[in-house]
């Protein structure tokens, strides 16, 4: 699936108060495939919204679940809500009214949102791989650790730093100029796609961006691995694989949105650097930006006895007052 972005201007270089759109071509140039591309898209996004609702409602009304794993599912539930808002509800918009553009404006604030929800998921999966790592190499200090002080400071502090990294990424765009045919790959605005489209001198924003992926990126999946890598050793410490196992099993949800999460992005960047076809890298972003959303609550309901059990509690309390 693929949108390009290109911006209609003069043959030289313009400034971004010049720039009043972009303009997104449409996902298919087929006009039957319109009704199926909405339809798709759309029961994707709602599936996303009632599954996440659903796991923070489960959550929120069974007290046996107030601990700090599913505090932090909680707060991934309403990131992946969010994340999937900032993108999908305006490709539906420019599919509908078939009018593809998008104010220059509207395009940086979408980038920033973007930038703010990944990064805002990337310090939560690792936030999350903490908490396990805690709970199996220090069963007995799990309480006094995972205090709940401590995992609302994780949550708060991830929300600012987050913030204003996005911030100072968009505002960096702001200076540069743009000039003929510029496209983007991708159903939504990306603003390393956006920074490579510009005419001038992007070397900041280029060293801006890759510090950013070090620090939102590289950082969190280091936590990530080092916990895990503590927690397989422990376990293997166990004198019984039984009790191993057992414990090793609690971190398979984790374990399995880790991998898709940061699966689907590396298979984003491999497929834009191997393949020039733009369709196929569009294609690609779907996996990352639409997939890991929809998929999260199923692999956390479907993998957890509790949670499973919360979710029949959250339906019959439904169906008694209805």
Known sequence: MSFHISIRCNVEARNQTDVAKFFLLAITEDPRMHLVIFSLFL?????????????????????????PMY????????????????TIPKMLVNIQAQDQSITYSGCLSQAGFVLFFAGLENCLLAAMAYDRY?????????TVIMNP????LLVLLSLPISAVNALLLVLTVLHLSFCTDLEISLFFCEL????????????????????AA??????????????????????LRIPSGRAGYKAFSTCGSHLTVVSLFYGTGLGVYISSAITDS????????VMYSVVP?????????????????ALRKLFRRASSVL
């Open 278 to 285: 733009s369709r196929k890298t569009a294609m690609a972003s």
């Open 134 to 142: 805690v709970a199996i190499c220090h069963p007995l200090r799990y």
């Open 71 to 86: 505090f932090f599912l909680s707060n991934l539930s309403f990131t992946d809500i969010c994340f999937s808002t900032t």
């Open 192 to 211: 390393a796609q956006i920074i490579n489209l510009a005419c001038s001198d992007t070397l900041i924003n280029n060293i801006l961006i890759y510090a």
């Open 293 to 309: 959303q929809i998929t999260n609550p199923f692999i956390y309901s479907l993998r957890n006895r509790d949670m499973k059990e």
């Open 43 to 67: 029961s994707m996004y709602l599936v996303t919204i009632l599954g996440n609702l659903l796991i923070i409602l489960a959550i929120s009304s069974d007290s046996h679940l107030h601990t």
């Open 149 to 152: 002080r401590l995992c609302a």
């Open 214 to 235: 070090f620090i939102f990126g590289g950082v969190p999946l280091s936590g990530i691995v080092f916990s895990y890598a503590q927690i397989v050793s422990s376990v």
